[in-house]
């Protein structure tokens, strides 16, 4: 069986990326921001409305367009969630969403765990 037809693999094959990628920055002398980004919740947080590209992309690149401050249209959900994916993270960098869920233990006495280093999940 191939390893990504495997329970635990995108857990595994993104760890494995996240560390990757940081240790290039640092080869390179890049300070990597990893961050996680679930464009589908955050498109019904932001909005109160279902994600359903296929039947309302106008109506989505008309959100989209007004978190980001100009027009976009979008080809296909990939995009869509690629730049609502971005966007997130720009929030974060620029430190107009302070919220990091990845620093917010679920549970009392949780430890929080960073094993490709430090990780964010931005959050308005």
């Known amino acids: 069986m ?3 037809g495997l329970r635990g693999s995108m857990i595994t094959n993104g760890l494995l ?17 990893l961050s996680e980004a679930h ?9 109160g409305r279902l994600y359903d ?10 959100a989209l367009s007004g978190w ?9 959900s990939n995009q869509w969630d690629a730049f609502a994916s971005a966007y997130a993270v720009l929030q974060g960098i620029e430190q107009l969403w302070t919220r990091d869920l990845h620093q917010v233990a679920s549970e009392r006495g949780e430890t929080l765990w960073h094993p490709a280093g430090s990780s964010h999940y931005f959050w308005p």
Do not use: I, Q, W
């Open 17 to 33: 990326v996240a560390r990757h990628v940081r240790e290039r920055g640092r080869r390179e002398g890049v300070d990597v921001v």
């Open 2 to 4: 191939a390893p990504n």
């Open 68 to 76: 980001l401050g100009f027009e976009v249209t979008t080809r296909d």
């Open 53 to 62: 590209y296929d039947g309302n992309s106008v109506s989505m690149d008309a």
């Open 39 to 47: 464009p589908k919740v955050l498109y019904y947080a932001s909005t």
